[in-house]
């Protein structure tokens, strides 16, 4: 239900975005999102592989964070990464492998879509 849910919420967004005609970096944004929503889908649903949606949900606003931040702010994410991984871990409610699949969804999701708006 959370992925139906965040699929349409993403969706959405981006739909909004086009009508509203939003900036280049929320459009991107929303796009990011919409497009880790789908990958994460197709590889937990298609392939049966489970990915860290809360990962992917932790890491990709640190990355777009950091695009736009100085060394502090990338210093606060890493060790805000680090405090999730521990807790889902601990928590077990992610092994180690799929929370590093979620997160690299994230990093893959991210730089598809950095280049995509070009912003390289």
Not at 7 to 17: E, P, T
Not at 57 to 70: A, E, K
Request: net charge positive; hydrophobic share 60%.
């Amino acid at each position: 239900m959370a992925f139906i849910m965040n699929l349409c919420g993403d969706l959405a967004a981006v739909i909004y975005g086009m009508l509203q005609a939003v900036s280049d970096i929320l459009m991107w944004i929303f796009v990011s999102y919409l497009m880790a929503a789908m990958v994460l889908t197709i590889i937990n649903r298609g392939f049966k592989i489970r990915a860290s949606g809360h990962a992917c949900s932790c890491v990709l606003p640190y990355l777009i964070l950091c695009c736009f931040s100085d060394v502090k702010a990338i210093v606060v994410c890493l060790l805000l990464y680090l405090i999730e991984f521990w807790a889902s871990v601990y928590l077990k409610r992610h092994t180690i492998s799929e929370f590093l699949t979620g997160s690299a969804v994230a990093v893959a999701v991210f730089a598809f879509t950095y280049r995509m708006f070009g912003f390289c």
